[in-house]
């Protein structure tokens, strides 16, 4: 597997951090942030959203190219 969508995941990476530190410093509510980073990780492993054009979007993580 290879990044295949490097602003995608540079995104999610961020928003998980965050949330992660408002979590460990009683910010939120572990369960509050807990689905919040459920929520992201199902977004990044799922199938991304389509533009209204019809045009594919990459997905963050791809089949890596021999």
């Known amino acids: 597997m290879n990044i295949t969508n490097p602003p995608k995941a540079f995104l999610v990476l961020a928003a998980m951090v965050c949330i992660t530190?408002?979590?460990?410093?009683?910010k939120i509510d572990q369960s509050a942030g807990t689905g919040?980073?459920?929520s992201i990780i199902?977004?990044?492993?799922?199938?991304?959203i389509?533009?209204?054009n019809g045009e594919i979007?990459?997905?963050i993580l791809g089949k890596k190219i021999k």
């Open 21 to 26: 530190v408002l979590m460990v410093t009683s």
């Open 36 to 38: 919040l980073l459920g």
């Open 42 to 48: 199902g977004y990044s492993v799922g199938n991304s």
């Open 50 to 52: 389509r533009p209204k």
């Open 57 to 59: 979007v990459p997905p």
